[in-house]
């Protein structure tokens, strides 16, 4: 699986971006997608996934403001942002787990930048 992130930006404090993450090969159907953040001098932390039956988490911080999909037909999955905070920023790297496995899939990391 190659996992291809796009969307990221800068944008003002109450704005909005939607991430997008196209999968390439094979087993994607199955696999729980998601996102993780980092941000500067912080350790990556999970910002949301979403499990092959469209079962969903978020972190506490991103409730009701970030909307996790995913398109089993085109192979992708996406972050729709709202009401971005400066707290958000950080790179945003989405990533691939099979069912199968312990070890992800990683992006390689789109860079989201909320200015106050």
């Known amino acids: 699986v190659q996992l291809q992130a796009s969307g990221g930006g800068l944008v003002q404090a109450g704005g909005s971006l939607r991430l997008s993450c196209a999968a390439s090969g094979s087993g994607f159907r199955s696999n729980v997608m998601g996102w993780y953040r980092q941000a500067p001098g912080k350790q990556r932390e999970l910002v949301a996934r979403i499990r092959s039956d469209g079962t969903t988490t978020y972190a506490d911080s991103v409730k009701g403001r970030f909307t996790i999909s995913r398109d089993n037909a085109k192979n992708t999955v996406s972050l729709q942002m709202n009401s971005l905070k400066p707290e958000d920023t950080g790179v945003y790297y989405c990533?691939?787990?099979?069912?199968?496995?312990?070890?992800?899939?990683w992006g390689q990391g789109t860079l989201v930048t909320v200015s106050s």
């Open positions: 990533y691939s787990l099979s069912p199968m496995s312990t070890r992800p899939y």
